[in-house]
Antibody, heavy 117, light 110 residues
Framework: QVQLVESGGGSVKPGGSLRLSCAAS????????MSWIRQAPGKGLEWLAY????????SYSDSVKGRFTISRDRAKNSLFLQMNSLRAEDTAVYYC??????????WGQGTLVTVSS | QSALTQPAAVSGSPGQSITISCTGT?????????VSWYQQHPGKAPKLIIY???NRPSGVSNRFSGSKSGNRASLTISGLQAEDEADYYC??????????FGTGTKVTVL
């Protein structure tokens, strides 16, 4: 069965960096787009970025463009999110999600990122 | 990209039907048949319940149905059950080759 397991969350000071990972299994990772989506405490869902099968096509939301970088390792079936210049408003649970073309058909359990001084 | 607009809360009694609206613009909902809906119980990851406006993934109850007219999409839950109490989010692909979620709706079963 499809499994997505995020890791790398934690506490960081404003201006700091963090790298999130998502280990994928149970499906052909190299055949699907992948996305990162976050949810601030008590708030709604916010799509952040997606990456194509080969990594050539990438798209970001305006809120993270220039600060966050999505990437994937096809050999290790892993998705990453490098987060730089972190702000308090980046505090959220971060989910990786498998795309079913135009929707997100499987989600990980999420990893919490807290940005605070 | 602004979030799609959903009512903050909708409620209904067991057995009733409720409808959640999701309003956007021609840049997302009105321009593409790529609206999806997600159900999220407290402390859990979201779960896909409708994709491409009105398609249900395997295993999702047929009590959930979706539709779209112009720049507005809707999710209808018929035969409301206690387990349907959750947050619901719409989502659309956009003309900027991004995705945007709705503001979310809390469904309460009275």
């Amino acid at each position: 069965q499809v499994q997505l397991v995020e890791s790398g969350g934690g506490s960081v000071k404003p201006g700091g960096s963090l790298r999130l990972s998502c280990a994928a299994s149970g499906f052909s990772f190299n055949d699907v787009y992948m996305s990162w989506i976050r949810q601030a405490p008590g708030k709604g869902l916010e799509w952040l970025a997606y990456i194509s099968l080969t990594g050539i096509t990438i798209s970001y939301s305006d809120s993270v463009k220039g600060r966050f970088t999505i990437s994937r390792d096809r050999a290790k079936n892993s998705l990453f999110l490098q987060m730089n210049s972190l702000r308090a408003e980046d505090t959220a649970v971060y989910y990786c999600a498998k795309e079913g073309r135009t929707y997100f058909d499987h989600w990980g359990q999420g990893t919490l990122v807290t940005v605070s001084s | 990209q602004s979030a799609l607009t959903q009512p903050a809360a909708v409620s209904g009694s067991p057995g009733q039907s409720i409808t959640i609206s999701c309003t956007g613009t021609l840049s997302e909902i009105g321009g593409y048949d790529y609206v999806s809906w997600y159900q999220q119980h407290p402390g859990k990851a979201p779960k896909l319940i409708i994709y491409d406006v009105n398609n249900r993934p395997s295993g999702v109850s047929n009590r959930f149905s979706g539709s779209k007219s112009g720049n507005r999409a809707s999710l209808t839950i018929s035969g409301l059950q206690a387990e349907d109490e959750a947050d619901y989010y719409c989502c659309s692909y956009t003309s900027s080759t991004t995705y945007v979620f709705g503001t979310g709706t809390k469904v309460t079963v009275l």
